[in-house]
């Protein structure tokens, strides 16, 4: 039985980035998930800065993705439209590819660097002086350092710290609308429970979704939301397949005490929370973590110390922004401001351009927003 130098439990775009990044580094790493990849219920949307962190092990115009044009955004009776084809990074600012051909690229990726991948579920962990166990059914793995790349509900997160309140959750729940696509998002802000409805673009179909707090809302009611609003927008006759999942949203206080790593191990990705509370998007972070686990790991040195002073620093920061405007962003009030800015100022329209393809940080909106002499919107934000 091999003993590795790091087990990764979880094979989503954190998982198999650091397994790759590892395994190209020189460690023995075992990338182990028996479900990926798989379609995930998500809307799918991969920003330039994500692609660029990939760049060294993923083409991406080998991937079947949508390169979307613009965003249409909407609050009862209003819409207004932002365009998302200006970049200056060689990067489309925004593509939406299946998750499915999305994580299995980045397995690839792994398995070629030398990762040993198994298609196994993990069924337990425990630690045994300095090695971690695996068990699965078909196999023990033994290896010096653990990490959690396994979602909102990891199992290594409920092994090495505690789970996720329902609080720092957000259901994300909706359906696969088969046989239609576009190259635009839209954008619903809803107001009871607060949050927003998506539709992205996919190749072959459309991910129309809507998200809220888990403590706010239960998925049938999200998920009758949404099939009313196919109905309107797409067709009655629409073909439906049904997801639901669990994302981490979580709160100030819970980011300030949150520890990502400890003694030979860490928590990426999902797992750790990574996720920017207001417009729920992961991916990005997913792979930043990715990166910050593996340099940390491959380093030597007070690797857990240096992999959460880096997560605090580089992700943590950002988050904390997000997390302490998120009560004002979705106030009907301040998106009805939204939506009227939107309609008249080009500026605000590039902001908004800005954030959903990840390129405006919420560190420089406030001073971004004041040049634009939005007062009024500015100020319900920040106060």
């Not at 888990?214 to 049938?220: C, K, L, Q, T, V």
Request: proline content about 4%; overall charge positive; glycine content about 8%.
């Amino acid at each position: 039985m091999p003993h590795y130098d790091v087990l990764v439990v979880g094979a989503g775009p954190s998982g198999s980035w650091t397994a790759q990044r590892l395994a190209r580094g020189g460690a023995r790493v075992a990338l182990v998930d028996g479900s990926h990849p798989r379609e995930k219920p998500c809307g799918g949307g991969i920003t330039g800065r994500a692609l660029e962190l990939v760049k060294t092990a993923l083409d991406p115009s080998a991937l079947s993705a949508v390169q979307i044009s613009g965003a249409t955004f909407s609050h009862q009776d209003r819409t207004a439209s932002v365009d998302l084809t200006d970049d200056q990074s060689g990067y489309p600012p925004l593509v939406v590819a299946g998750r499915q051909e999305f994580d299995a690229a980045l397995m690839r990726a792994a398995e070629a660097a030398g990762a040993d991948v198994k298609s196994q579920r993990v069924t337990a962990i425990r630690r045994e002086a300095d090695a971690w166990i695996a068990e699965t059914r078909g196999e023990r793995l033994t290896a010096s350092w653990i990490v959690g790349a396994d979602g909102a509900n990891s199992l290594v997160r409920r092994t090495v710290a505690l789970p996720f309140a329902r609080s720092d959750l957000s259901i994300a729940t909706g359906y696969f609308v088969h046989g239609r696509s576009s190259r635009e998002i839209v954008v619903a802000f809803e107001n009871d429970p607060p949050g927003y409805l998506w539709s992205f673009p996919r190749p072959d179909h459309l991910a129309i979704g809507v998200c809220a707090q888990a403590d706010r809302a239960s998925s049938a009611s999200l998920l009758d939301e949404t099939r009313r609003w196919i109905v309107r927008h797409v067709g009655a006759d629409a073909v439906l397949q049904r997801y639901s999942w669990p994302i981490p949203s979580l709160g100030e206080a819970s980011l300030e005490r949150d520890r990502p790593g400890g003694d030979r191990w860490m928590l990426i990705g999902d797992a750790a929370g990574l996720v920017d509370p207001i417009t729920r998007e992961g991916i990005f972070f997913a792979l930043k973590s990715g990166d910050i686990a593996a340099d940390a790991l491959l380093s030597g040195s007070r690797a857990a110390d240096t992999y959460v002073d880096r997560i605090r620093r580089e992700i943590h920061g950002e988050l904390l922004r997000a997390a302490r405007i998120k009560a004002r962003f979705f106030q009907p009030r301040f998106i009805a401001l939204l939506m009227k800015a939107l309609a008249r100022s080009a500026s605000i329209r590039a902001i908004m351009a800005d954030l959903v393809a990840g390129r405006q940080s919420y560190e420089g909106l406030r001073r971004r927003l004041l040049q634009t002499f939005e007062w009024r919107l500015m100020l319900e934000l920040f106060g």
